[in-house]
């Protein structure tokens, strides 16, 4: 069975879902750059091993990097999920986990990478928001798109509305990636795509929750 680490920096809500989705994978470990990480004893109750890898402890990216490097690498997981994990990481840090290192994103990117992506949606009047599970590159938010969900921006949405929105897809789509991942079904073009092996009807790597009702 293929396994994962998870890193965090807060809350954990992806983490659960990925924890409780019953997936073929063994979670090996969640590391969290902040010791005060509400889903760090969200871990704990699931009897996962954490592991506090405190950035502030650390001069420079650089060096925060190796340790956190350090930490992953005893648990020697097949892919590391970005879940929450809210610091930038180094060219070399993403390298050395090229190809097995993912991440969630609350934007249908490439529109909205970055920071304060909801607010920002609202700002310019978008119709559909949405999350991007996709593999870490060098650049940030960029990388192959493994799959997205697409939700309405309603009248009358706020920062907190919209998110939640966004957080119920988040939950659903990133579980499946890992799971596309552990069945060893994702593949990536020449030109960055993702291709998604053995493709059945009734998946698709974007859902709209409106169209599946
Ligand atoms: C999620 O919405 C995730 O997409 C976002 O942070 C939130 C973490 O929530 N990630 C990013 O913005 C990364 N750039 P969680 O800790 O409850 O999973």
């Given at each position: 069975m293929?396994?994962?680490v998870i890193l965090i920096s807060g809350r954990g809500s992806n983490m659960q879902a990925i924890l409780e989705a019953d997936l073929p994978v063994r979670v090996a470990a969640v590391i969290s750059n902040k010791p005060d990480a509400a889903g760090l004893e969200i871990a704990r109750r699931h009897g996962v091993p954490t592991q506090v890898v405190n950035h502030r402890d650390y001069d420079d990216?650089?060096?925060?990097?190796?340790?956190?490097a350090a930490g992953i690498d005893t648990f020697s997981p097949d892919l590391v999920v970005l879940a929450g994990f809210m610091r930038i990481l180094t060219t070399g840090?993403?390298?050395d986990y090229n190809g097995r290192l993912i991440n969630i994103h609350p934007s249908l990117?490439?529109?909205f990478s970055g920071l304060?992506?909801?607010v920002r949606a609202l700002a310019e009047g978008v119709k559909i928001h949405g999350c991007t599970a996709h593999f870490v590159t060098p650049s940030l938010d960029k990388g192959p798109i493994i799959s997205q969900a697409a939700v309405p921006v309603l009248p009358?949405?706020?920062?907190?509305?919209?998110?939640?929105?966004?957080?119920?897809?988040e939950h659903i789509i990133y579980p499946q990636a890992i799971r596309w991942f552990a069945e060893g079904r994702l593949s990536i073009t020449r030109n960055g795509n993702v291709i998604l092996q053995n493709q059945k009807s009734a998946e698709i790597a974007l859902r709209s929750p409106w169209e599946a009702q």
């Open positions: 293929k396994s994962i990216r650089e060096a925060f990097d190796k340790a956190l840090f993403v390298h990117l490439p529109a304060n992506t909801h009358g949405d706020t920062e907190d509305t919209l998110a939640e929105r966004v957080l119920e897809q």
